[in-house]
């Protein structure tokens, strides 16, 4: 049955006793027990069910145990469950091929890492290697991942006690509600955001900068859609100075945009792409480079000095071919778009019409924060004390959010359904309008 074996408090005692946690002081942790999932529910060992509003760690896209990728990664376990990077494998291949045929035309070549950072730290590597330079400039508001130059890369407070890596520039990208160039329009806000862009660049020497890295929406950092024209305005300067353009799709790629990639969008083509996540939902962990020709061919007589001994784990390559087959057969990609458009974004909508403490309703397809304020006038963000009680009161009604800062993320499985947005937005609405 569903609730054999130990209790949720044995398996969180249990936790608690051995496993180190992330990004946490170890004393002070409640984690929730899970026993099981399906579609966009989990449940505990108690028999308590929760819906998900945050894929996790804004991963599992295509929600929790479908059938065709578990099938996929038992029957390849069965074959061959492991072989080393340096062999052709027939199931790697197949996921690189997929992966190269949803990419823009150009890109042939993937890298395979062990998840998004290390997917990071490779395209770093390339640019510096394709254009012998060494600076990346990236942005205050972004996460890139927790090795050596993806934390650095990285802007939030997470790099500050990591910043051994060299090289990193960080610049302010355009946020319109919290505008750090005074604008008042998007076309404003794009116009000044490139314009500083291109001073940074300018002021940092063109000559060393070998890669401006940019998550297409910056995810963590609060579901920061750019400005039409954003995006393309950096890929311009880019060109003009010789720089390499990495976009990071680690959370945005893979549908959780209403898109493949979240670029497409936006009218730019980078020269990498970097994802992990949404490829296979984390069934198995896996990342990786998507290379544009002329930085594959580089290498074609030049040595790549980078590697690692789990590169295309034939586990991880049969999750993501059932993905992405699944993604094709069963129109996830077209679903998540058509959700974000018809339900959670007029839903959100709604909700901010009735609570005052919702400033600003930003995203598309399953990807959208509610942006929490004291006030809507001055818009200070709401105090971290009121947003954990609003978040412990939505766990407590059976939602697990997304919570980071003043903000609540919205970002459930792309299989979402219009009933499943809709109980979900309904217990938003009453945890605001209790707490
Ligand atoms: N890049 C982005 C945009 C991310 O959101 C994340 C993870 O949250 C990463 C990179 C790092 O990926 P991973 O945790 O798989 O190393």
Known sequence: GLTD????????????AHVFHSWSAQGSLAPIAIRGGEGSRVWDHDGNRYLDFSSQLVNVTIGYQHPRVVEAVREQAERLVTIGPAAANETRAEAARLIASHAPEGFEKVFFTNGGADANENAIRMARLY??????????????????????????WRRIPNEYARGHVHTFGPYLYRSEFWADSPEQETERALHHLRRVVQAEGPESVAAILLESIPGTAGVLVPP????????EIADEYGIVLILDEVMAGFARAGRWFAFEDHDVTPDLITFAKGVNSGYVPVGGVIISDPIAHHFDDRVFPGGLTYS????????????IRAFEDEGIVEHA?????????PALRALAERHDVIGEVRGVGVFWALELVADRTTRAPLPAADVARIKSGLVAAGLLPFVADNRIHVVPPAVVTAAEVAEGVGIIDDVLSRV
């Open 5 to 16: 074996g130990p209790t949720s408090d044995e398996v969180v005692a249990a936790d608690l």
């Open 131 to 156: 254009t012998g330079r060494d600076k990346i400039i990236s942005r205050y508001r972004s996460y890139h991942g927790n090795t050596g130059a993806a934390i650095v890369a990285t802007g939030d």
């Open 228 to 235: 039409p024209g954003y995006l393309r305005g950096v890929r």
């Open 312 to 323: 295309g784990h034939p586990l991880a390559a049969a999750s993501i071919v059932a993905s």
């Open 337 to 345: 778009r058509m959700i974000g458009d018809e339900h959670i974004g």
